[in-house]
């Protein structure tokens, strides 16, 4: 089953402008994580949220967490061309459980 | 380092033909994953390998489907009597589970059963 639904499921915007894709899910977690696929490929870890930090930031990247509403924010600021990919986001239930992945957000970013 | 890799990159079956998926994880790392990924979707766990703790099968859609861990390093999933809804891609992910919550990600394999 999935636990983490993405929203928007698409979302198309103009290089430089800023990327926001949010998360939610329904039961506690460990820690919620952040995903990028390229091409429906291989994963690259983007960053991880532990369940007592609320914002944590890596680049350009800004990730949230509201564990009170069992969701999370990505936030990619300045986007490039580069960027377009499916972004997913993976909660992590209890230490070395699987991932529970949701379905992801297509961001399409327009040269 | 070298990172997760998985063989064959791509592999297309025809349906009611066995295959096998193989992963190399990163050395060291205790922990491996299978998940498969139907189009458009996001990833589906299978099963999880800790150590030489017994695997967590609970992922594993139907008994045409297992996996083996030999050495604690490679791993290989199995499909077999393959149908065409098993097409997917098969990724597979090692995680260093003494030092860090992240999962690594190999390439995946794409498997299309005609």
């Known amino acids: 089953s999935q636990q983490g639904e993405e929203d928007p499921q698409a979302l198309s915007i103009q290089e430089g402008e800023n990327a926001t894709m949010n998360c939610s899910y329904k039961?506690?977690?460990?820690?919620l994580q952040w995903y990028r696929q390229n091409s429906g490929r291989g994963l690259v870890h983007l960053i991880l949220i532990r369940s007592n930090e609320r914002e944590k930031h890596s680049g350009r990247l800004r990730v949230t967490l509201d564990t009170s509403k069992k969701s999370s924010s990505l936030l990619i600021t300045a986007s490039r061309a580069a960027d377009t990919a499916s972004y997913f986001c993976?909660?992590?239930?209890?230490?070395?459980?699987?991932?529970?992945f949701g379905k992801g957000t297509r961001l399409s970013v327009i040269a | 380092g070298a990172g997760v890799s998985q063989s064959p990159s791509n592999k297309v079956t025809e349906k009611g033909k066995d295959v096998e998926l193989r992963c190399d994880p990163i050395?060291?790392?205790?922990?491996l994953y299978w998940y498969r990924q139907s189009l458009g979707q996001g990833l589906e766990f299978l099963i999880y390998?800790?150590?030489?703790?017994?695997?967590?099968k609970s992922g594993l859609p139907s008994d045409r489907f297992s996996a083996e861990r030999t050495g604690g390093s490679v791993s290989t999933l199995t499909i077999q009597r393959t149908q065409q809804e098993d097409s997917a891609v098969y990724l597979c992910?090692?995680?260093?589970?003494?030092?860090?919550?992240?999962?690594?990600f190999g390439p995946g394999t794409r498997l299309t059963v005609l």
């Open positions: 993976a909660t992590e239930s209890s230490g070395n459980t699987p991932l529970v």
């Open positions: 992910a090692s995680r260093d589970t003494s030092s860090t919550d992240t999962q690594y």
């Open positions: 039961t506690s977690i460990n820690n």
């Open positions: 050395s060291g790392h205790t922990a």
């Open positions: 390998f800790q150590g030489n703790s017994a695997p967590d």
